[in-house]
């Protein structure tokens, strides 16, 4: 009996001596979960930055009196489209008029004392030859003629000047647009205070040409180093013909049909912003862009090499940043740090972290722990959106 109890202790003992954690052999395999992981690859995906821009025509222009008078009537109607050279308003013209007869008479009087200064100084001419008259005479004949045409060719300007006032009496069309509401009503006396430095004439309307329209938007210092730095690189190459394309939302959120290309960029960088002055040009055949208002916009600024994408799902995050889980060649999860960059929609782009070949969990993720076993099969990421939304309406 001794014995028997001794071989069942012994027994006992032997059951109590295995190691405490469960061996590799003796986990079930039913209890491993299973997991949706996603092969990652490299790719080239396009480059696109978005931004907030406003609408400016593409040429604006004020309308303004070049000379003082009383405005006698409006000759457009506001808000309609108007041509170059089309008149606009017209100012009183007689005391321009009665200036410019003044001036034509002056004109036309010291003509008539040119004429006979120079009939006088042909006759002292001959008359020398003959010794009829000195040297000194003939002298005084052709430096009054000379004194004479002079004093026509400054009447010959004062003329022209009274002519060009009497044309600004007639307010036309600096260019082609849309005039805008009038700041003046007709019988409002508006005048032209000239300086040396330029004209600040009473403003009577503006035109402003939004057939085509520049969007006017600015991009960070910061972004645009890493742009070029890419470049350097070789991770970003040119998207030939859509390189500088322009996708606009409108302030509705609807897309403007017509794509805009880059235009312009500035040289230098604004001290008070940090930023970069940027221009596109779009058709506007409906005139559906009006001065002033802001859009969205995308740019797309080149191809982007080597890039490594995952849905967002597979990225969390901790205290530390930005993880993915991820399944090695042992079956085992691994957390693996990583840094991301915008993508495309419901997509993350990853900078840093990940290779081309990793197998990221992108379902099963709260049953994953690193260093866990797990099962794997692929994502499929049409299934998963059939599975959301069963009955197929797409919404």
Not at 201 to 224: C, H, K, P, R
Not at 314 to 321: E, L
Request: proline share 5%.
């Amino acid at each position: 009996m001794n014995n028997r109890y001794l071989v069942a202790l012994c027994t006992l003992l032997a059951g109590c001596s295995k190691s405490g954690p469960i061996q590799k052999a003796d986990v079930n395999p039913h209890m491993i979960p299973t997991v949706a992981t996603l092969v990652v690859h490299e790719q080239e995906l396009p480059l696109q930055k978005t931004f907030v821009g406003r609408i400016a025509a593409l040429q604006s222009a004020n309308v303004v009196a070049r000379v003082s008078g009383v405005v006698l009537k409006r000759l457009y109607q506001e808000g309609s489209e108007v041509h170059k050279g089309q008149q606009l308003f017209e100012i009183d013209p007689s005391y321009y008029q009665a200036q410019l007869d003044t001036d034509l008479a002056m004109l036309a009087a010291d003509q008539a004392t040119l004429k006979n200064a120079r009939i006088t100084a042909r006759r002292d001419h001959q008359q020398q030859a003959s010794g009829a008259v000195s040297q000194q005479v003939v002298d005084d004949a052709d430096a009054a003629e000379r004194s004479v045409a002079a004093k026509v060719k400054a009447d010959q300007a004062v003329v022209e000047t009274a002519r060009i006032n009497l044309g600004y009496t007639r307010i036309t069309a600096p260019i082609n647009g849309i005039a805008g509401q009038q700041q003046v009503t007709p019988g409002s006396l508006v005048g032209n205070n000239s300086n040396d430095s330029g004209s600040n004439g009473t403003l009577l309307t503006n035109i402003q040409q939004i057939d085509s329209v520049y969007i006017q938007f600015t991009i960070s210092a910061q972004e645009w180093l890493q742009i070029q730095t890419m470049r350097q690189k070789g991770r970003l190459h040119s998207l030939n013909q859509d390189q500088g394309r322009v996708d606009l939302i409108l302030p509705d959120g609807h897309p403007y049909t017509i794509p805009a290309h880059l235009d312009f960029s500035d040289v230098s960088v604004n001290p008070s912003t940090g930023a970069i002055g940027m221009r596109a040009e779009v058709r506007n055949p409906d005139h559906l862009l009006l001065p002033g208002m802001f859009v969205n916009l995308s740019l797309s600024v080149g191809l982007r090499n080597h890039v490594v994408v995952v849905p967002q799902q597979a990225v969390q995050q901790d205290q530390d940043g930005s993880y993915v889980l991820k399944v090695n060649a042992e079956n085992k999860v691994e957390q693996q740090p990583v840094s991301t960059d915008n993508g495309p929609t419901g997509q993350w782009i990853v900078t840093s972290g990940l290779h081309a070949g990793d197998h990221v969990i992108i379902q099963g993720l709260q049953n994953s722990h690193p260093g866990g076993l797990v099962h794997e099969k692929p994502w499929q990421e049409h299934l998963v959106k059939r599975s959301e939304n069963p009955s197929g309406s797409g919404y």
